[in-house]
């Protein structure tokens, strides 16, 4: 209950300080990111649609494509030792890669929910790239505006994007805590507000 309160008592005090900015602030941060018909050179030659394989757990629908690595995937996933639930122990019936990855996400997403004391019920889709110039083109498709980043999340279809290359369990649970809060509180928090839940989570993960 009190670490409840306490993460609400960080969303309100957070809103606060953010409705006392100044109003142009607010504003280019708030609005629709601008459209432009002329696309930069890096990402006039995007390739087709990616034909994507998929399996599932019970928070997430993850998927990927032929060219990843799942167990290096899988690998990346388990550099924190989480309570309870250890670093490489699996149960007796998880044996293959993916139903590693699937049984590790569950672990975050379950670590997350309990740093943040907030239980939304809610699927998530993870779409892991192979590098971080193929996570840059699905960015630039879906926001038509360059960016380098090593992960997003689009609330709108509840889907985390990432990249093997850069790929981590602690870079997996600061998006994990972005779905959380958006799912928990409603509405849609300005990115700063967020990085600060992020942030906790990532420091006391396995704490």
Known sequence: MKKRYLTMSMVLLASFNYMLLPAEYINSVTTSLEMSDAIPDQYAGLSAPQSWNTFKSAYFTVYYLPQNDLKSIERKLRTRTLPSFGRNTYPDN??????????????????????????????????????????????????????????????KNKTIYVCESDLTDSLIVQEMARVIVDQDIGVILPAGIKNMFSSYVNSHLDE
């Open 94 to 155: 998880v044996r293959s890669s993916a139903e590693k990855i699937a049984y590790r996400l569950d672990m975050l997403f379950i670590r997350t929910r309990e740093l943040l004391d907030t239980y939304p019920d809610v699927h998530v889709n993870l779409r892991i790239f192979k590098t971080r110039q193929e996570l840059d083109d699905e960015y630039y498709k879906i926001y038509k505006k360059g960016k380098d980043t090593a992960s997003f999340y689009v609330n």
